[in-house]
């Protein structure tokens, strides 16, 4: 007699449903802010190589230039890419030139132009960066850069209409803050392999007070900046910095005791003789720690990075538009 066996299948009950749904809710719980937290931190990694990546473009066309950065006033004295029209030359020199003089020479890309950990949605990539002949120039053959490129949204050349067309006005392809190789400042627009010379950095918000007692200046430009978003805590403003020996440092204030300066004929209950930190977004008078215009670098030689644009000419010195936001 053949005996035939029955196999009893048994469902999983109600209640061991909601155990199991229960163990992967805990375990999402766990899992979810640990990744969230890892993502952070690579896009805070790639900020930090993007910044590195500029000061190494820098310092790359340096080493092929006798030392200095590239300065677009320089290089386009045909004015084939831009028209100067009747003003100084150096109404070419903005970031957005200079940058894009770099990319167009390929040691630097428009990817790294734009932070990971960009807020502002008017700031993009620009992948409609031209290489060859650009379109924006005067005589797109004989071209040194792409005009095409811009630094901020909203920035417009004015010191002529010819060659200056940016793709897209209300679009900005710059996240990153430079040194303003205007004023006096020129002369430090070049390889100097200094630890303590700030060569690029993340852009910052603005500032009021005078060193040793800088706040956040009120407003979506200072204590509401997209630019405190970057890193926590948000009441506070962090960010990488590359330094001239090609080292880059997350910077926990904006006047950090690694940028020391001293001012011999201080005022205002500054205190002369007396090393600060020097607010690299602040335009120090070299001698009084006054804090003095944005747009307008002057005679002042202490660290200063921004992004900066529509450069004229104000008094006989260089005047520009420094982007907040």
Known sequence: MTRCRT?????????????????????????????????????????????????????????????????????DLADATVSKGSNP?????????????????????????????????????????????????????????????????????????????????????????????????????????????????????????QPGEWTLAPGPTGSGSNTLKFFPPKTEWRGHAAMGDGSVELLTRADPEEIPITFSAATGGVARDRAYGDNIFVNENDLTGDQLSESVPGDQRNALISIFGNVTVSQNHAGMTLFRD
């Open 7 to 75: 196999r009893t299948l048994r469902a999983f009950t109600l209640v061991e449903l909601l155990l199991v749904i229960l163990i992967v809710g805990l375990l999402l719980g766990i899992l979810l802010p640990t990744l969230a937290g890892a993502r952070e931190r690579a896009r805070r990694l790639k900020d930090s190589t993007h910044v590195r990546a500029i000061a190494q473009a820098m310092t790359v066309w340096a080493g092929n230039n006798a030392g200095a950065y590239p300065l677009p006033s320089r290089l």
């Open 89 to 209: 030359p150096f109404v070419k020199d903005n970031l957005a030139n200079i940058l894009s003089v770099l990319i167009y020479n390929e040691v630097l890309t428009v990817e790294q132009c734009r932070s990971p950990l960009e807020m502002n949605t008017n700031i993009q990539v620009d992948f409609l960066f031209e290489r060859a002949s650009p379109q924006k120039a005067v005589r797109p053959e004989a071209a040194v850069w792409d005009p095409g490129f811009c630094g901020f949204p909203g920035e417009q050349n004015s010191y002529t209409g010819v060659g200056l067309g940016r793709r897209d006005p209300n679009v900005g392809n710059v996240s990153y803050a430079i040194m303003p190789p205007h004023g006096a400042r020129i002369e430090r627009f070049a390889g100097s392999f200094d630890p303590r010379a700030v060569v690029a950095g993340t852009r910052g918000p603005r500032f009021i007070g």
